[in-house]
């Protein structure tokens, strides 16, 4: 196969050139494979589970003195038991910057000082996913996807717009609507191709324009003013970056949609069911290979019939809020079952289990309360070559970024340091 070149397959953004990937509609299969040979291995995937409020500790987390693979699965993990051989729980691991209470989500994935500027506001930098994105994200219609959930405010998340941020330290946002989701993934865009090739002109026409003035006022600024430009221009070509790829595949339908579409107005438990399964389905078409989600945990109460709010939850003692706060992990661990199920029963070209090809990370960067040390971390899915059905007691305070790093490389990514990371978890590591 000998096809014609041109913008469409290799595009040139500011400074880059991308290169489309071997897509079936241009005669290409989406695993390519001879008579004499077998399909090639399915991608790696990455997916981030966050909550806000942590978790019940006296429930939810195995004796520490029972190491290892011979440990009881505890209260607020039992629900996972049928799962036991496939997932390790970790202890002892924080973000050794995070000193709000309530910001459950907003440095679990970067481990970033936000203070490393003396004087200046709150600043965050790149999370895991978004590294993961660069690398496993260049052939795939969305280099990431990010869920997020419409309280995420009375869901302990604290600032940002998902668990997501980029190499700025800027967050991306997410989308909470089920429907919205499954649109995005796998709706067709209804405008004519010639409209759609004339906004993305249109975008890059305005992003030339600004360009030419922000290289005309260069000259004489002050080293903070120039740091400052060097953001905006990282911005812009990140924007085009965006653009390279929407101009990729403008002329690629979508996958056909393995589910039906979901019922609107889906909150709480069934929201997050039914996000799970449009996780799988994304994964499971290759319209993404890296996802987050910023899950509820407000009206995930509300749905299992808990009548207490999620903050008053959290400060919880014994009585009627610590077992409105062991509902809600009873709650969230059969859901993150079931969606284990999902990712195993769901096959791959190969014959392989999706469930095979993933890293997967479920977790707070709270412990309860206003604890900020040993944040609750469970890892799962075959995809990082990790060290599945264990109980780890990590040394205290151990970075949380030594696990993300540990599961970057796992996944083939090439970096050696993650946030704050001081190396892998070998106990991890298979």
């Not at 500790?57 to 520490?64: D, I, K, L, S």
């Not at 994200?137 to 941020?165: C, E, F, I, K, M």
């Not at 060097?230 to 101009?247: A, M, P």
């Amino acid at each position: 196969m000998k096809p014609k070149f041109n913008r469409r397959h290799i595009l040139r953004g500011t400074g880059a050139a991308l290169a489309l990937p071997a897509l079936e509609s241009l005669g290409f299969s989406r695993f390519t494979a001879s008579a004499n040979s077998s399909p090639e291995k399915p991608p790696k995937r990455v997916a981030f589970l966050g909550f806000g409020f942590g978790v019940t500790q006296e429930t939810w987390y195995p004796e520490t003195s029972q190491k290892g693979f011979n440990y009881d699965v505890p209260l607020g993990l039992r629900p996972l038991t049928r799962h036991k051989d496939d997932f390790t729980v970790i202890q002892g691991c924080s973000n050794k910057f995070s000193n709000e209470a309530h910001w459950g989500s907003t440095f679990w994935l970067t481990g970033a000082n936000r203070y490393s500027v003396a004087g200046q506001s709150m600043t965050n930098s790149i999370s895991a996913d978004q590294i993961a994105a660069q690398a496993l994200g260049q052939n795939t219609r969305y280099s990431s996807v990010q869920l997020g959930s419409t309280d995420a405010t009375a869901s302990g998340h604290g600032p940002g717009l998902s668990l997501s941020w980029d190499a700025n330290g800027k967050p991306i946002s997410g989308l909470s609507d089920p429907v919205e989701l499954f649109h995005k993934l796998f709706s067709a865009d209804k405008l004519p191709l010639n409209r759609r090739k004339a906004a993305i002109a249109e975008k890059r026409s305005v992003l030339d324009a600004v360009l030419t003035e922000a290289n005309r006022i260069q000259r004489g600024l002050t080293k903070t003013d120039k740091d400052k430009l060097d953001e905006y221009f990282q911005g812009v070509r990140d924007i085009e970056t965006q653009l390279s790829k929407d101009e990729q595949w403008l002329t690629i339908p979508k996958a056909a949609a393995p589910i039906k579409e979901p019922d609107p107005g889906l909150r709480g438990y069934d929201e997050i069911k039914i996000m799970y399964e449009l996780m799988v389905a994304a994964f499971q078409t290759d319209t993404t290979r890296v996802m987050t989600y910023r899950q509820p945990v407000q009206s995930l109460l509300q749905s299992i019939s808990v009548n207490v709010a999620s903050h008053n939850m959290s400060h919880y003692t014994p009585g009627v809020r610590m077992e409105a706060s062991k509902a809600r992990d009873k709650a969230q661990s059969e859901l993150l079952a079931g969606f284990i199920d999902k990712l195993k029963a769901t096959k791959e070209v190969d014959g392989s289990r999706l469930f095979d090809h993933i890293a997967l990370a479920y977790g707070s960067n709270i412990r309860s309360i206003h604890f900020l040390d040993n944040c609750p971390t469970v890892i799962t899915g075959g995809g990082a070559n990790l060290k599945l059905g264990q109980h780890l007691v990590l040394p205290e305070d151990t970075p949380l970024c030594n696990v993300w790093l540990t599961m970057l490389q796992g996944v083939g990514i090439e970096t050696d340091s993650h946030g704050d990371s001081t190396g892998i978890v070998a106990e991890l590591q298979a």
